[in-house]
């Protein structure tokens, strides 16, 4: 690539494509219990730009779609028609394209119709995976909803964990709201979920390989492991067990994650990169959020358009960094 300056800078070993929280929905505009104003019809414009632009400027291996491609508000008799509508559009690039399943996605679909429209192959209905475009790079997939109450069937053994874990921890009726929670507890809610005793020994495995392999890893997760680069009521429920095992190695790069629609971004204690994306959903009419991410050796660079900010995240970065 050539800086701005015109200098010359080293190739990068690859690039992909990058975006999230789409939630399309055939329903005219309205707000986030916030206030926040969403933008169902035109977030399928976004994704149409960013297509468009990822097959037009740039040779990337794949794009990753960080999950909530349909919104919750979507009536439930176009449930598999907008999914199957987003989908087609993602299908319009010219190379892989990796999803993931959030809370709005589960909202719509259950598990069993929904994975096969995102091409997740699955054992036991779950959702995380991984894969290697290059040699130097393993990107790991997690199952953020994989201990979760919505998605699952009512009577689940990964539902009833859900709920007895709201029960203990969220002392509201409304198991979504957060009300006289404090802190870190606020993100005991129920549009959240958990990763699983199967999964973390997934995980575990996949790192400890990663890490004899010399790879470097980038995770990518619909919910936001990291407080200082998230609000409280977006994180994953065992976000710390999560990060606990992931600075157990030294392999982890960066965490690419969703669902907390503003963006954030940190670098932990172990010097591990959040970032986590702006919402297409969120964009006014005439604007972006989508990005293309350049991997280097010892860098990725988030080239954001519009409304999703450009990052550079250097792998040697001894200081951390809080930005919620």
Not at 183 to 194: K, Q
Not at 236 to 248: A, G, K, P, Q, Y
Request: with cysteine; glycine share 8%.
């Amino acid at each position: 690539m050539v800086s701005a300056t015109g200098v010359a800078t080293a190739q990068p070993l690859f690039s992909f494509g990058l975006i999230s929280d789409v939630q399309y929905a055939d329903i005219p505009d309205g707000r986030s219990f916030l206030g926040v104003p969403r933008y169902y019809r035109h977030s399928f414009l976004v994704l149409q730009r960013a297509v468009k632009e990822w097959n037009t400027h740039q040779k990337h291996k794949f794009v990753i779609n960080l999950g909530d491609i349909v919104d919750g508000f979507c009536p439930k008799d176009q449930s598999i028609h907008a999914v199957k509508k987003v989908v087609d559009e993602f299908g319009m690039f010219r190379g892989p394209v990796y999803h993931m399943i959030g809370n709005h996605c589960l909202y719509n679909l259950p598990r069993s119709t929904l994975l096969p429209l995102l091409n997740i192959q699955t054992l036991d209905g779950c959702a995380y995976y991984d894969f290697s475009p290059v040699p130097e790079y393993r990107f790991v997939v997690l199952d953020s909803y994989d201990i979760s109450a919505i998605g699952w069937p009512q009577d689940h053994p990964r539902t009833l964990e859900a709920m007895k874990l709201l029960r203990e921890r969220n002392p509201n009726e409304d198991k979504n709201s957060p009300t006289n929670m404090v802190g870190l507890e606020r993100r005991f809610l129920m549009f959240n979920g958990g990763v699983g005793k199967e999964q973390m020994k997934w995980l575990d495995g996949v790192l400890h390989d990663a890490t004899n392999l010399k790879q470097k890893v980038v995770v990518a997760c619909h919910l936001p492991l990291d407080p200082c680069a998230a609000t409280e009521e977006a994180l994953l429920w065992n976000c710390d067990e999560v990060m606990d095992l992931i600075h157990r190695y030294n392999c982890v790069k960066v965490v690419l994650a969703g669902h907390d629609h503003k963006g954030g971004y940190s670098i932990d204690s172990h010097g591990v990169h959040h970032r986590v994306l702006e919402a297409a959903l969120e964009c006014p009419p005439g604007t972006d959020a989508f990005g293309s991410v350049y991997v280097y050796d010892d860098r990725i660079s988030l080239v954001g358009t519009n409304r999703m900010a450009s990052t550079d995240m250097h792998f040697d970065h001894q200081t951390s960094i809080c930005m919620t």
